[in-house]
């Protein structure tokens, strides 16, 4: 068949959905026109796209605002272009709180048009948030707010082998419905038919440390004192390092090998303005599907071992650490403590295992549990921000040393992201191993659990593992590392 559209399944059958699309945004338009406010309408249809994340590298010349999101292990990927909707409450509200609100009363009025197996419902709001809204916010992180929700105009999920298109857009009374439909199939359409081919790692990228390693040292330093006088029983303190490269970091090609170099992780992006968050955090915050919850604990940490032996040794030693099983098990009892709250059957082993990714291994501890009725992800979110695997012990007292002494904005490092669907169900992963990337220069952060028995050399060290993810995928090698 002769097919206009560059032959792309994608393009042809989103073209013969234009007519559903047109039909659910007459939908929303009375509705629209009868609550005096726009409404969302949204329609889901498959598609035979293989790799969301082409759709990511091909829509940064089209929009600034771009989301991917990959689950190796899952076999799980999204991506997300445009902002049908979005929404960030007053500073002086709850956040997580108002979020809840406000996607609850989209949902509630959106016309949605999408097929109840699939396995994410319709539009997704992508979420991010800053780790503390109390910090006051630096330029570098201007674009990503306290709270962020968006519903992206184009959304791809793909899962296993079924991949989906969400085209969404805001309807009031005198929107024209037919353009809705034409112009999601043309702008799709402009976007396939751009190439994409991940560029390597610029060459000859500078190294420049935003804080004297010494200096983070003493800081860690005052911490441990503070600790050992019990003032606190946990600390996180972490650090940045500045890359300038000669040319544009790539940021798709930059996902595209930490989705193959650490596949049993999350990995996300949420592009704002000019520049790129991104990560591949090997913790999950919470996850919440039908009723389900799961959430994990991850503090301790060891270097991979050069061979089989030795990575079996560090392990092991990694297992009897006191101090890093004392990280740990604060993590563990903060977050049984906060599940408890909001849910039932909060389960956990007694014991950590250990979780190991390409450059490090951690200490690691999954809880599950079945959330009341009642309560949502939202809910969840906000009980369990920071755990003390980012935050530390009290809670309050720590975010209150870390505020005071860490000399870092740390923007959204450190806090949840993640994506909220239809029915409620979404994962947040806590945005570790991450970095704030603009054209040619890439802000990378790692922080580490501070308690009595640490040692400032030794925290440093576990800094710049932690940081290794972020520097490998950027083509930086260790021995440019300071
Ligand atoms: C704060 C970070 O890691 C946390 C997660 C796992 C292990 C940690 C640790 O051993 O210190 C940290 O609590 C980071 O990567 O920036
Ligand atoms: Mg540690």
């Not at 990378?444 to 490998?472: H, N, Q, W, Y």
Request: one cysteine or more; a neutral charge; charged letters at 25%.
């Amino acid at each position: 068949m002769a097919n206009p559209l560059l032959g792309v399944r994608v393009t042809t059958a989103t073209l013969r959905e234009v007519p559903r699309m047109e039909a659910a945004a007459e939908i929303a338009r009375r509705r629209a026109r009868e609550l005096g406010r726009p409404v969302l309408v949204s329609v889901t249809t498959q598609v035979g796209l293989r790799d969301p994340l082409a759709l990511f590298a091909r829509g940064a010349g089209v929009t600034h605002n771009r989301f991917f999101w990959s689950v190796p292990a899952a076999n799980f990927e999204i991506t997300g272009l445009g902002a049908a909707w979005s929404f960030t409450p007053p500073l002086s509200t709850d956040r997580f709180a108002a979020s809840a609100e406000a996607w609850r009363q989209l949902m509630a009025e959106a016309v949605i048009d999408a097929d109840r197996d699939l396995p994410v419902q319709g539009p997704l709001a992508v979420a991010g948030f800053r780790f503390d809204p109390d910090h006051p916010p630096s330029e570098l992180w201007r674009d990503y707010p306290h709270a962020l929700l968006l519903v992206p105009r184009l959304l791809i999920v793909r899962h296993g082998d079924v991949t989906t298109l969400t085209v969404n857009g805001m309807v009031d009374a005198q929107s024209s419905t037919l353009a809705l439909g034409a112009a999601a199939a043309r702008r799709l359409q402009a976007l396939i038919g751009l190439p994409w081919r991940p560029n390597r790692p610029p060459l000859d990228v500078q190294v420049d440390v935003s804080l004297d390693p010494d200096v983070w040292k003493a800081i860690v330093a005052d911490a441990v004192t503070d600790l050992r006088a019990g003032m606190l029983e946990k600390v996180v303190l972490a650090r940045a390092m500045r890359l300038r490269g000669p040319e544009p970091f790539d940021t798709a090609a930059t996902l595209d090998t930490l989705r193959r170099d650490y596949p049993h992780t999350f990995i996300f992006a949420v592009a704002r303005g000019g520049r790129t968050f991104l990560g591949a955090s090997p913790e999950r915050l919470v996850s919440l599907r039908n009723g389900d919850v799961a959430a994990s604990a991850l503090a301790g940490s060891a270097p991979r071992g050069k061979t089989p032996e030795e990575d079996a040794a560090l392990a092991s030693a990694l297992l009897q650490s006191e101090k890093d099983r004392a990280e740990h098990a604060f993590v563990v009892q903060m977050i049984r403590a906060a599940l408890t709250d909001y849910c039932d059957a909060v389960q956990a082993p007694e014991l950590p295992t250990i979780m190991q990714v390409r450059n490090v291994q951690h200490l690691f501890t999954p809880i599950t549990a079945r959330i009341r009725p009642g309560y949502d992800i939202f809910d969840l979110v906000q009980r369990l921000h920071p755990t003390p695997a980012v935050g530390g012990k009290p809670g309050p007292a720590a975010l209150a040393w870390i505020r005071a002494r860490e000399q870092l904005d740390r923007g959204w490092y450190a806090a949840p992201v993640g994506w909220v669907d239809a029915r409620g169900d979404g994962e947040f992963a806590v945005a570790l191993r991450s970095a704030l990337i603009g054209r040619r220069e890439a802000t990378l952060f790692a922080g580490c659990g501070i308690v009595a028995a640490s040692d400032p050399e030794r925290e440093l060290a576990e800094t710049r593992i932690k940081l290794r993810a972020m520097l490998g995928a950027l083509g930086v090698g260790d021995e440019m590392i300071g």
